[in-house]
């Protein structure tokens, strides 16, 4: 009898287009090819929505990852992924391979690797399991990215209940690469070889991609063989072969065994061009006995499947022999568009190509009941003693010191890295070129759940924030969309908002979708996630245009960009001191970004007159300046301040940056400002004296921010 994996509407559907009842090896497959994590079923409708195009684009959505142009005749190529299933089931390993997973994803395109970011989304700290999955997580973050020897320069951590059960670790990675040395994915000759190189296939894995597109019980949360396990010195070998057929133009097409392993790989190629393909599963080079739906499932890492002409197979081998690492021709590309298993001189397996595309579902959404209750005026009481209610602030899981994530991370690892993760946004020298690649990654999950339009539209204007305040200018994003149960019309809904926010964002800041991932099922014992549309956006500068983030000299003038939105609604402040998510999301003020871009056009791009820039964001005017002073520079700061005071220090307003100048500067400054359409305010000055004060509001030693804001992670980390 055979076993059933898909749905009884999707199993139907299926025999309906073949006209017959599928076989076991077959369903199973066509159950992994449908699955969320390989189709992307239930978002395709929305995501073709999303702008992806601009002068700067030269591949967007549909290849392995997307690719700009960064001058010069070079490109950045980058992408970014999740692997949340597998992290909570083996937080080490599933963190360690959703790394691996992401470079292999850049290097297939004929990019090296320069550049590794992570977004992590873990539970409260006082939850018993947060300890384990942090350090596990953290590393397998550290451990794979150190052995390649890529850098991991920047990324972001934050902690709240609803990730107790479902914890998200998004990994990006990108690659630079010669324009005319882009490798795609589209098989194009009959009879073509079909090589597979790298490691052997093993047992782990199976069944990955669909782990991954299903939602978490008690059951799956013990499902550990699902989860990959990785070697990343096999995946540095891995590297410096591909890229050597590569530079040698061996091959016609190549594409990372990810999620489904050889089954995606296969169908997605010969898809893609039209043709088909015959695979000889006893040729799959094995670590144990297995059966073939167990060979064309697995997800072992480090493979990868080559198209090349078989005048060059030779030499391809030869070169991954040369690499210690297994290469051996096991299939031909056909004229007929289906897909060939054989084992054993015996056909196991057989697949029209025209009759398994995945279905595409328009699900149902609808507004949730929550967000109807949301109070949109918060008023709280001003606290008597600010001083103490900054350096509570900073100490809190969210706006702590990361150092004891990203010191496991070898950040500078190649001497590329121009700037680190002290930063909101890394920078990576290009030295070819003498121009800098700029990457953030920014998502507050807070904001998308009270209102996943405006929440998304933030997180994208966040990253382009952090992006022009470090000297760079914008070109596209690429984003992991995590959230939860899409059958439920009312994540759903959360989805489509995201979506929208996303879409109008991009399309007035000209930063088009290039790549990017989608992880619904994010759901443990009917518990989702908030939505955390994380968003990762890439920019180009000229190496000198690189900006600290933190005050570089003492007797310096410091000025706030843009006026203070009094709300603490959705804030960390709200969050922290009262345990509540509520109220009204700030206003994202699209344009005044734009408007800000043109300002440091001027100011810092064609005059030199900004030192150093940070942007104010989660925890306000107070904590974006505690931040800034942990160089060891001091603050004092004299404004008027017409409101109750907290409001003012520790609301979240955007559209807001912080700069250090010469005291000479600020009449070039306002200037330019009001040229530019924004407004520029003097603060107060920086000083000597190691101390951030703020009217008679605020004064605390340096000693004392960098000892509040240290202590929480390293207890854990420690």
């Known amino acids: 009898m055979t076993k059933h994996f898909l749905e009884p509407e999707e199993l139907a559907l299926l025999e309906s287009r073949l006209k017959r009842k599928p076989t076991e090896i077959e369903e199973a ?32 959505p549909g290849e392995n990852a997307g690719v700009i142009d960064i001058g010069d005749g070079y490109v950045a190529v980058f992408k970014m992924e999740s692997h949340n299933h597998p992290s909570y089931i083996d937080p080490y390993n599933g963190a360690a391979t959703g790394v691996g997973g992401i470079l292999r994803d850049v290097f297939t395109m004929g ?26 997580v953290v590393r397998g973050v550290g451990d794979y990215g150190n052995c390649v020897g890529v850098p991991t320069a920047s990324g972001q951590t934050m902690f709240l209940d609803c990730y107790n059960n479902n914890i998200l670790v998004n990994a990006f ?3 630079i690469a010669k324009k005319e040395k882009i490798f795609l994915s589209i098989a194009k000759t009959v009879g073509a070889d079909v090589i597979y190189v790298g490691s052997k296939t093993g047992k782990d894995g199976i069944h990955g991609a669909t782990m991954a597109s299903s939602s978490f019980d008690e059951e799956s949360i013990k499902n550990r063989p699902t989860v990959q396990i990785g070697d990343p010195f096999t995946e540095k070998l891995l590297i410096e072969a591909c890229l050597e057929v590569m530079d040698k133009s061996l091959i016609e097409a190549i594409q990372d065994m990810g999620a489904a392993g050889l089954t995606s790989s296969a169908f997605e190629m010969v898809e893609k061009g039209g043709l088909g393909v015959e695979l000889y599963l006893d040729n799959v080079p094995l670590r144990e006995s297995m059966t073939p739906l167990e060979i064309m499932l697995s997800e072992s890492q480090e493979r990868m499947l080559i198209i090349a002409e078989p005048k060059n197979s030779k030499e391809i081998l030869d070169i991954f022999k040369k690499w210690s690492l297994d290469a051996t021709i096991i299939g031909k590309v056909i004229k007929d568009k289906k897909v060939v298993l054989y084992y054993k001189n015996d056909i196991v397996g057989e697949f029209e190509l025209d009759l398994i595309e995945a279905p595409v579902y328009d699900r149902k959404y609808k507004k949730p009941a929550y967000i109807d209750k949301i109070n949109k005026e918060i008023e709280l009481e001003a606290p008597d003693d600010l001083s103490s209610k900054l350096l509570s602030l900073i100490s809190s899981p969210n706006l702590c010191d990361k150092s004891p994530i990203f010191e496991q991370y070898d950040s500078t690892v190649q001497t590329n890295t121009l700037k680190g993760p002290e930063g909101d946004a890394c920078a ?18 807070i904001y998308c759940y009270l209102d996943p339009y405006n929440g998304s539209a933030i997180a994208v204007l966040e990253s382009y924030r952090n992006i022009i305040a470090s000297g760079g200018d914008p070109i596209a994003i690429t984003d992991c969309l995590n959230f939860g149960n899409p059958q439920n019309p009312e994540i759903m809904w959360q989805f489509v908002q995201s979506i929208e926010g996303i879409k109008d ?75 509540k998510i509520d109220g009204k999301v700030p206003d994202p003020k699209v344009k005044l970004h734009l408007s800000l871009k043109k300002f440091f056009d001027i100011a810092h791009k064609k005059h030199r007159l900004i030192i150093s820039a940070k942007d104010i964001s989660m925890g306000g005017l107070a904590c974006c300046l505690a ?33 250090e100048i010469k ?14 359409g924004i407004n520029a305010y003097r603060l107060g000055f920086t000083t000597e004296e190691k101390r951030l004060k703020i009217n008679d509001l605020i004064n605390v030693s340096i000693d004392d921010i960098k000892k509040a804001k240290s202590s929480t992670l390293r207890k854990i980390l420690s």
Not at 111 to 136: C, E, I, Q, S, W
Not at 525 to 554: C, E, H, R, W
Not at 559 to 575: F, K, M, P, R, T
Not at 639 to 649: A, G, R, T, V, Y
Request: charged share 15%; glycine share 4%; proline share 4%.
């Open 29 to 60: 497959i066509i159950f992994s090819l449908w699955s969320e994590h390989c189709s992307y079923k239930s978002s395709k409708i929305h995501l073709k929505k999303l702008p992806t195009k601009s002068d700067k684009v030269v591949i967007g």
């Open 173 to 175: 990675t990108l690659g």
């Open 505 to 579: 964002t991009c399309a007035k800041l000209n930063t088009p979708v290039v790549s990017g991932n989608v992880s619904l099922y994010n759901e443990t014992t009917s518990q989702n996630i908030f939505p955390t549309p994380t968003i990762a956006m890439v920019g180009v500068s000229n190496m000198q245009d690189v900006l600290k983030s933190q005050f570089q000299f003492a007797n310096n003038t410091i000025v706030l960009l843009n006026d203070i939105e009094l709300n603490l609604g959705a804030s960390q402040y709200l969050y922290w001191f009262y345990n």
């Open 111 to 136: 990019a090296r690797p320069v550049l590794n970011m992570d977004a992590l989304f873990f539970g409260t700290l006082n939850h018993p399991k947060t300890p384990y999955l942090l350090d596990g």
């Open 428 to 445: 990576i020298a290009v030295k070819q070129t003498g121009m800098a690649v700029f990457a953030s990654t920014s998502v507050n999950p």
């Open 627 to 659: 931040s800034m002073c942990e160089n060891n520079i001091g603050c004092d700061i004299k404004i008027n301040i017409n409101s109750n005071p907290h409001e003012f220090l520790f609301s979240e307003s955007q559209a807001n940056i912080i700069i």
């Open 663 to 676: 005291n000479q500067d600020f009449d070039a400054i306002e200037s330019i400002a009001y040229e530019s």
